[in-house]
Structures are given as structure tokens and as C-alpha cells.
């Protein structure tokens, strides 16, 4: 189960890595710490993106517990 667990683990980090990406091309100057003030709502490719984003984070977290698990088995 280890390798396997370890397989998937990757392959989910580098999809997260990826949308992350794609989130942060679009919104400009906004990853290197300038402060935007205006007020912008999430539509279309952006929600899916975010909703994405996160549905990925909550697999790698339960990944990690299981290959944290499942280490010595």
C-alpha cells in the first residue's frame, strides 16, 4: 500500500502545484504582495478552479494521514 499511497501522493501535489498556478496567472501582480483593494467574485473558470483547489488540498491532507498511517506496514 506504501508505494501506491506514495504514487498518488504526487501525483495529487502536482495537480495542486498546477491550479495553483493557473489561479495566480490571473490575477496579475497579486502573488508578489500588492495589496488590491477592490472586491472580486469568484464566476465561472475561477469558482470551478477554487472548488478544484480545494477538493485537492483535503486529498493530499488525507493522503498524508494515511501514508503516515500506513508507514510501517
Known amino acids: 500500500m506504501g508505494p501506491f ?4 501522493m ?4 502536482i495537480l495542486l502545484i498546477a491550479v495553483i498556478l493557473m489561479q495566480v496567472r490571473g490575477e496579475g501582480s497579486g ?6 483593494s477592490t472586491f ?8 470551478l478552479l ?3 483547489t ?3 488540498i483535503v486529498v493530499f491532507v488525507i493522503l498524508a494521514i494515511l501514508s503516515a498511517r500506513f508507514h510501517d506496514l
Open 31 to 36: 502573488a508578489f504582495g500588492a495589496a488590491q
Open 5 to 8: 499511497l506514495n504514487a498518488t
Open 10 to 13: 504526487i501525483l495529487v501535489s
Open 40 to 47: 472580486r467574485v469568484r464566476r465561472g473558470i475561477d469558482l
Open 50 to 52: 477554487f472548488r478544484f
Open 54 to 56: 480545494i477538493g485537492l
